[in-house]
């Protein structure tokens, strides 16, 4: 998403894709609910305001995208939001979120919805480990963004236990490699093994 500080603007472009069958080389775009919530710097929800609509909502708004690419545009905005996406699990799709880890990592610490919660953990590790597979010499900034907000999702004292043991579980090896094309086994058990004592030792000494 965009945010415009001038306009008080935030805009959202979605798009989605459905990879062609043997029976149906291009596939029509399918109506796809998404359910959102955006957040404040603090991760608290914003009131939504969706431009168009008379009113906003309280929390939560679901988008529909009945297209193949369509821009959401969210008013009265006072500083860049944190989106949260697909909540409830709204539509059977996989989401590929362009995040930082910044975002991420609110997301981690604050988002009420706990699908989402693991997802952005998730989706840090990944890139956490891809950046030890591409220069093992290197200390991963992400490593200390990940383990910091799981160490404040893990003092919520309203966390699920089942959700907080999720939090703690590291994708095993063949998740981890799924988008690897050449696959050094040494270095994947050696990337995670890494991932694994760090967040020991971040939790250790929280």
């Not at 959102?36 to 009131?47: E, I, R």
């Not at 270095?187 to 971040?202: D, K, M, N, W």
């Given at each position: 998403g965009?945010?415009?500080?001038?306009?008080?603007?935030?805009?959202?472009?979605?798009?989605?894709?459905?990879?062609p069958?043997a029976?149906?080389?291009v596939?029509?775009?399918?109506?796809?609910?998404?359910?959102?919530t955006?957040f404040?710097?603090?991760?608290?929800?914003l009131?939504?305001?969706?431009?168009?609509?008379?009113i906003?909502n309280a929390?939560e708004?679901?988008?529909?995208l009945?297209?193949?690419?369509?821009?959401?545009?969210?008013?009265?905005?006072?500083?860049?939001?944190?989106?949260?996406?697909?909540?409830?699990?709204?539509?059977?799709?996989?989401?590929?979120?362009?995040?930082?880890?910044?975002?991420?990592?609110?997301?981690?610490?604050?988002?009420?919805?706990g699908f989402?919660?693991w997802?952005?953990?998730?989706?840090?590790?990944r890139?956490l480990f891809?950046?030890i597979?591409?220069?093992?010499?290197?200390?991963?900034?992400?490593?200390a963004?990940?383990?910091?907000?799981?160490g404040?999702?893990?003092?919520?004292t309203?966390?699920d236990?089942?959700?907080?043991?999720?939090?703690?579980t590291?994708?095993?090896?063949?998740?981890?490699?799924?988008?690897?094309?050449?696959?050094?086994p040494?270095?994947?058990h050696a990337?995670?093994?890494?991932?694994?004592?760090?967040?020991?030792s971040?939790?250790?000494?929280?």
């Amino acid at each position: 998403g965009d945010y415009d500080a001038a306009r008080r603007e935030y805009t959202l472009t979605l798009s989605q894709h459905t990879a062609p069958t043997a029976d149906q080389p291009v596939k029509r775009a399918l109506p796809i609910p998404l359910a959102l919530t955006l957040f404040d710097a603090a991760g608290k929800p914003l009131p939504i305001h969706l431009d168009g609509d008379a009113i906003g909502n309280a929390g939560e708004q679901v988008l529909l995208l009945e297209t193949a690419t369509a821009t959401f545009r969210f008013l009265d905005i006072d500083a860049a939001p944190v989106a949260s996406l697909l909540r409830g699990y709204s539509a059977p799709v996989r989401l590929h979120q362009d995040a930082d880890d910044a975002a991420l990592a609110l997301l981690v610490q604050h988002d009420s919805d706990g699908f989402n919660r693991w997802f952005a953990s998730d989706a840090l590790v990944r890139r956490l480990f891809a950046g030890i597979i591409a220069d093992p010499r290197v200390e991963p900034a992400s490593l200390a963004t990940w383990t910091g907000a799981l160490g404040t999702a893990l003092h919520d004292t309203r966390i699920d236990t089942a959700l907080a043991a999720e939090l703690l579980t590291i994708a095993d090896a063949n998740s981890l490699t799924d988008a690897l094309l050449d696959i050094d086994p040494e270095a994947v058990h050696a990337a995670r093994t890494r991932i694994e004592r760090g967040l020991a030792s971040a939790l250790e000494s929280a």
